[in-house]
């Protein structure tokens, strides 16, 4: 499964951006796609998630700002970014497990960054 990312780019505090990803096919049926980003100096961290039945789960510093979809149909995932901060600031990766309970096989994209000017 291979995983491309689109969107991204440079907003101001307060603004908006959308990350689309796609995954190239879909042979496990049941899964979870979503995003998680990860910023200079810090670890990887889950944004959201959401499986193939629209069960979401968000970070607590994202929710009420970001939203999470997917059309199980086209395989892509979206992630609708409101009300951005600086510290939404970092690279944000797509990713894929085989499994609704993510303990199935990892796929990740490239990476798409986000920056947020202040």
């Known amino acids: 499964v291979q995983l491309q990312a689109f969107g991204g780019g440079l907003v101001q505090a307060g603004g908006s951006l959308r990350l689309s990803c796609a995954a190239s096919?879909?042979?496990?049926?049941?899964?979870?796609m979503g995003w998680y980003r990860q910023a200079p100096g810090k670890q990887r961290e889950l944004v959201a998630t959401?499986?193939?039945?629209?069960?979401?789960r968000y970070a607590d510093s994202v929710k009420g700002r970001f939203t999470i979809s997917r059309d199980n149909t086209k395989n892509t995932v979206n992630l609708q970014m409101n009300s951005l901060r600086p510290e939404d600031s970092a690279v944000y990766y797509c990713?894929?497990?085989?499994?609704?309970?993510?303990?199935?096989?990892?796929?990740w994209g490239q990476g798409t960054q986000v920056t947020v000017s202040s």
């Open positions: 096919r879909n042979p496990f049926g049941s899964n979870v």
């Open positions: 990713h894929y497990n085989t499994n609704p309970r993510g303990t199935g096989l990892d796929y």
């Open positions: 959401i499986t193939t039945t629209n069960g979401s």
